[in-house]
């Protein structure tokens, strides 16, 4: 399973036109949000995927 996401990452890095974040409610730069995943830096890809400013807009 772990390889088929990677697989999929890496897909989606390569990919020449991405529509993925205007398909976001939030507008997230999903492949710079993969970048940071995958470079193991978790919290800035946290920040940079709207979680907290997501989260933060659920409570009112």
């Known amino acids: ?7 999929e990452a890496n ?5 020449k036109k991405p529509r993925c974040q205007q398909g976001c409610p ?3 730069n999903i492949p710079e949000v993969i970048r940071l995943l995958k ?3 978790l919290d800035e890809a946290g920040r940079k995927a709207g979680i907290v400013r997501c989260c933060l ?3 009112g």
């Open 1 to 7: 399973m772990a390889l088929h996401v990677m697989d």
């Open 11 to 15: 897909q989606c890095l390569g990919c």
């Open 26 to 28: 939030i507008q997230t």
């Open 39 to 41: 470079a193991n830096k």
């Open 57 to 59: 807009k659920d409570k």
